[in-house]
């Protein structure tokens, strides 16, 4: 059995997508829909997982549906979302509020945290002390500008998501300040570089995608 071939694919492309899938497998048996996972199978036996972003999708969509039936899948896919996103790498952060893909509040910011020190004896613990002291300092400042540009739009949001190092998001989302945002955080951790505007700006590329299994 060949490996699954795995796939994020865009809202505005999935249609699109799912079609060709159609055009290459023939008819289709039947669509199984969940809350958190569509199933696609095929007559040939071709299965597609299709996990959407911001699930649940709507329960009265549930059940098994004989042949091709996607529509809940696409209209959940398409519905315009308010997402923060809160990206953090120790000595880095970035926060920001999408409409849709459309950044409309953000902030990034940078603390300087040294790296590790190689040498032993007392020179090693006060280098280790003040990149401690450093590092608070940088997740606080990471704090600082989470709650500075998600809390004010705390009542839009529909989702948060987050990137980056899950140590460092941990720590930050532990200020009680964040506390009304936590519920809102969303399954994963997107995989991010240093966290700039221009990353920042990138995300809805990954958190609007939905995944695709071909099995």
């Given at each position: 059995m060949s490996d699954p071939e795995r796939y994020e694919v865009p809202p505005e492309r999935l249609e699109?997508?799912?079609?060709?899938?159609?055009e290459r497998h023939g008819d289709v048996r039947c669509t199984r829909?969940?809350?958190?996972?569509?199933?696609?199978?095929?007559?040939d036996g071709a299965l597609l997982d299709c996990d959407p972003p911001f699930p649940p999708l709507a329960p009265e969509a549930g059940g098994t549906h004989t042949g091709m039936h996607v529509a809940p899948l696409l209209e959940h896919v398409r519905r315009e979302r308010v997402a923060g996103v809160?990206?953090?790498?120790?000595?880095g952060h970035a926060a920001g509020v999408f409409a849709g893909r459309r950044l409309v509040d953000s902030k990034v910011g940078s603390r300087l945290v040294h790296g590790r020190h190689k040498k032993g004896g007392s020179s090693q613990r006060r280098f280790e002390r003040r990149r401690g002291e450093q590092a608070r300092m940088a997740m606080e400042a990471a704090a600082d500008v989470a709650a500075r540009v998600l809390l004010p739009h705390r009542a839009d949001l529909d989702a948060l998501v987050l990137g980056g190092d899950r140590g460092a998001l941990t720590e930050v989302l532990a200020d009680a300040r964040l506390r009304p945002l936590r519920r809102l955080v969303v399954e994963g951790v997107l995989d991010v570089p240093d966290p700039r505007l221009a990353v920042l700006r990138s995300t809805p590329d990954r958190f609007l995608a939905t995944r695709l299994t071909v099995r």
């Open positions: 699109l997508w799912l079609a060709r899938w159609v829909i969940g809350p958190e996972r569509v199933t696609v199978e095929a007559l809160l990206l953090v790498r120790l000595g």
